[in-house]
């Protein structure tokens, strides 16, 4: 038995919801759309300012994405540091995500020092995802 605390509540999604569930592409968290709309992305809200912004949300975030990933311990999981994922909130994250940021989110990004990683499987900047 691990000495580990339990889990925060990472809240349940039912079958029914999942077509209302959105991946965002810079850090891959998945939350359904109204989340992001009432709060924002809980890592890249400082860039994306998705917060109360639909079409930020249509842009920067993606309904295709592939394989699901439960982050319980963001920090020291071999599983964080493989999908870039260190320094996270706990959460749920997809594995691949579809689609493009759009220039104006990578140029807040470089703006801010925030590296894009590419999450839909493709090879950037050195970085490989297999």
Known sequence: MSNNPPP????????GQARH???CMLCSIILPTTQFNRDGCPNCEA????????DGINECTS?????TIALTQPEGS????????EGYVQGIYAVQVMGE????ATDNCADA???????DGRKEDGVQED
Request: charged content about 15%.
């Open 78 to 85: 071999w599983v964080a540091k493989w999908m870039r994922l």
């Open 101 to 104: 940021l759009p220039e104006w």
């Open 21 to 23: 569930l959105r991946a």
């Open 113 to 119: 020092g925030v590296r894009v990683v590419a999450r």
């Open 47 to 54: 860039v994306l300012s998705l917060q109360g912004n639909s």
């Open 8 to 15: 925060q509540n990472l809240g349940v999604t039912l079958p």
């Open 63 to 67: 309904s295709n994405f592939n394989g």
